[in-house]
């Protein structure tokens, strides 16, 4: 059974860090292409970042591009997300989703999601 497990989420002040972890089951999270999406309240979900199955090509939306990071850990199968100085307006639910199709580098379909883990900065 393929399952996504998110933790690390939590409340910040602006300007802090947060490291977000997703681990995988079920499949070998290097054969596949990964993404981080997230909902705001009362907002549609929003891509964040994409790392291809090779690790090699790293994709991020402009709202987080210069201050976000993925990676991923073959060995421990686990996704992450590094977030660094982070805005109110990075206060969302955060997803990790595997990719079942590549549309375009900023779009995308999916098969398999995590339940999700939040992320509220506020002062």
């Known amino acids: 059974e393929v399952q996504l497990v998110e933790s690390g989420g939590g409340m910040v002040q602006p300007g802090g860090s947060l490291r977000l972890t997703c681990v995988a089951s079920?499949?070998?999270?290097?054969?596949?292409?990964m993404n981080w999406v997230r909902q705001a309240p009362g907002k549609g979900p929003e891509w964040v970042s994409f790392?291809?199955?090779?690790?090699?090509?790293?994709f991020y939306g402009d709202s987080v591009r210069g201050r976000f990071t993925i990676s991923r850990d073959k060995a421990k199968n686990t996704l992450y997300l590094q977030m660094n100085s982070l805005k109110p307006e990075d206060t969302a639910l955060y997803y990790c989703a595997r990719v079942k199709v590549v549309v375009s580098p900023t779009e995308y379909e999916y098969d398999y999601w995590g339940q999700g883990t939040q992320v509220t900065v506020s002062s």
């Open positions: 790392i291809d199955s090779g690790g090699g090509r790293r």
């Open positions: 079920g499949f070998t999270l290097g054969a596949y292409d």
